[in-house]
């Protein structure tokens, strides 16, 4: 009964690996998946948040998390291709909960083994004044939804600051993206029938 | 009708004399694509990296072409700017590069120049800033009056660009 496939899966397992934050201590994240209309999570969390850690006291100055994200998506288009989005959280001088730092990083295409770093960035505030203000009250500025840091519209007008990396591994696996046409290998493309169609003329433009 | 998808980042960049940067960036292609889906230009936020000397922008990048032939494949450029703190924005470099056509991840590079002016612009350039820009930023991504340019070479832009291409093979393209 194996019609034609509409739908192409993809599978992702990997980790929120280990973190570097020069001038901080304690580190805890949240992650969620951000992904476009045509994408649907079949399997797995949309969100979720690590354990508390705290730096090695070794001169790698480590934050290790190993923390897994299992997750399968079902999509009919590439377009909006799934982004993990880290936000990572630790406690300032006061003891408060204030925000070290945001990125977002697309799922990989290809499938195999892969590891990104990705570089945490935290809103700045505009004037000096306003710094040691929101130093003082531990209200930092931060995105009311972090899921802005997956768009490209609307940064125009933020000014931020990076510090610190997130080391994330990713495995991914798809199914039947090359039934509905997609290659995402440059293998896939060579190892053709005979062309079929017409329409594409390489001279014509 | 063939398909390209470019999911990716513009990651950041680095070589550049100062922090406080964002980029500016956009998509050309020939008269036979059509962007279906994505936005075609946009700019990032200005980033003022901590310790580094590379600004991090990790700015999102996804577009959907489909495309009746081969002739004009698309070109994403950039424009590199510098933010100093009084708010003056100051531009750091041009550069272009072609979006890759084989399917995959791939990490680009692209090179950025910005155009030198006279001995004079130069140096009230040294001491108050600003410098002179392109009146046609089509120049960036064409060869056309490129020789009447004089340009200084500055840093680098990273991105790292996830190719998908659909039904290429059927019409006996081999990428």
């Known amino acids: 009964m194996a019609g034609n496939p509409t739908v192409f899966l993809l599978m992702v397992s990997g980790q929120i690996e280990s973190a570097e934050f020069p001038e901080f201590d304690d580190i805890y994240c949240r992650y969620c998946w951000v992904y476009g209309q045509d994408w649907v999570i079949t399997s797995g969390l949309e969100d979720g948040i690590t354990q508390v850690t705290k730096k090695s006291h070794d001169d790698r100055k480590l934050f290790v998390w190993n923390f897994p994200l299992e997750v399968t998506f079902k999509s009919t288009n590439p377009h909006g291709w799934p982004q993990l989005v880290v936000s990572a959280y630790g406690q300032d001088a006061f003891g408060r909960d204030v925000v070290r730092g945001y990125s977002a990083v697309h799922i990989p295409i290809t499938p ?66 090359k039934k509905l046409g997609y290659d995402t290998t440059p293998t896939d493309a060579a190892a053709s029938t005979q062309p079929a169609a017409t329409g594409i003329v390489p001279g014509a433009s | 009708m063939a398909e390209v998808h470019v999911i990716g980042q513009i990651v950041g960049a680095s070589g550049f004399p100062e922090h406080s940067l964002f980029c500016k960036w956009g998509v050309h292609a020939g008269g036979a694509w059509k962007i ?137 393209i081999e990428c």
Not at chain 2, 47 to 62: C, G, L, R, T, V
Not at chain 2, 89 to 95: A, D, K, T
Not at chain 2, 96 to 119: D, I, K
Not at chain 2, 129 to 146: C, E
């Open chain 2, 36 to 172: 279906l889906s994505g936005s075609r230009e946009g700019q990032t936020q200005v980033d003022n990296p901590q310790d580094e000397q590379s600004a991090n922008w990790s700015h999102p990048i996804d577009i959907h072409f489909s495309t009746k032939g081969l002739q004009g494949w698309p070109k994403l450029h950039f424009q590199v700017w510098h933010q100093d703190s009084y708010g003056r924005n100051e531009l750091y470099g041009y550069g272009f590069c072609h979006v890759p056509t084989s399917p995959g991840m791939h990490s680009l590079e692209c090179v950025t120049w910005r155009p030198a002016g006279s001995l004079r612009e130069q140096i009230s350039q040294y001491f108050i800033g600003g410098g002179p820009q392109l009146k046609n930023p089509d120049v960036v991504y064409t060869g056309a009056d490129r020789y009447k340019l004089t340009t200084v070479t500055m840093g680098k832009v990273q991105l790292q660009l996830g190719i998908i291409l659909r039904n290429f093979d059927k019409y006996g």
């Open chain 1, 112 to 177: 195999g083994q892969h590891t990104r770093t990705l570089p945490m960035f935290v809103p700045e505030s505009t004037s000096k004044l306003q710094k040691f203000v929101s130093w003082f009250l531990g209200r930092r500025p931060e995105y009311v939804d972090p899921k802005v840091v997956a768009q490209g519209e609307g940064r125009e007008v933020t000014r931020v600051r990076s510090q610190g990396k997130v080391r994330v591994s990713f495995n991914v696996v798809t199914k039947d993206m």
